[in-house]
């Protein structure tokens, strides 16, 4: 069964951090490019970061330039991302989410899904 488990997630302090996981099984994730989105209470879904499928290529949304890491372990089907310097902004349900092919924004272009992780930043 196809499976993506997202974990990590929990209530952090404005300034703190937090590093989120999106554990595969089922399939081989080395194979897929990984996004991480986030939807905000009455907000759309919004792309935070993604990364190639040989760690090659990342990219990250403007907002969390500079304060946030993604990273794969492709023997672990693991990919992370590392939360530094969180702001009450960055509350929201984050997602990972697969596709074959290269990195993309577009939450369409990815085929599986995790079931979120919350992350709460307030003081």
């Known amino acids: 069964q196809v499976q993506l488990v997202e974990s990590g997630g929990g209530l952090v302090q404005p300034g703190g951090s937090l590093r989120l996981s999106c554990a595969a099984s089922?399939?081989?994730?080395?194979?897929?490019?990984i996004g991480w989105f986030r939807q905000a209470p009455g907000k759309e879904r919004e792309g935070v970061s993604c990364?190639?499928?040989?760690?090659?290529?990342?990219h990250y949304a403007d907002s969390v330039k500079g304060r946030f890491t993604i990273s794969r372990d492709n023997i672990k089907n693991t990919v992370y991302l590392q939360m530094n310097s969180l702001k009450p902004d960055d509350t929201a349900v984050y997602y990972c989410?697969?596709?074959?092919?290269?990195?993309?924004?577009?939450?369409?272009?990815?085929?599986?899904w995790g079931q979120g992780t919350q992350v709460t930043v307030s003081s």
């Open positions: 989410a697969a596709r074959s092919g290269p990195p993309s924004w577009s939450q369409y272009d990815y085929i599986y």
């Open positions: 990364i190639s499928s040989s760690r090659s290529i990342t």
């Open positions: 089922g399939f081989t994730l080395a194979n897929y490019a």
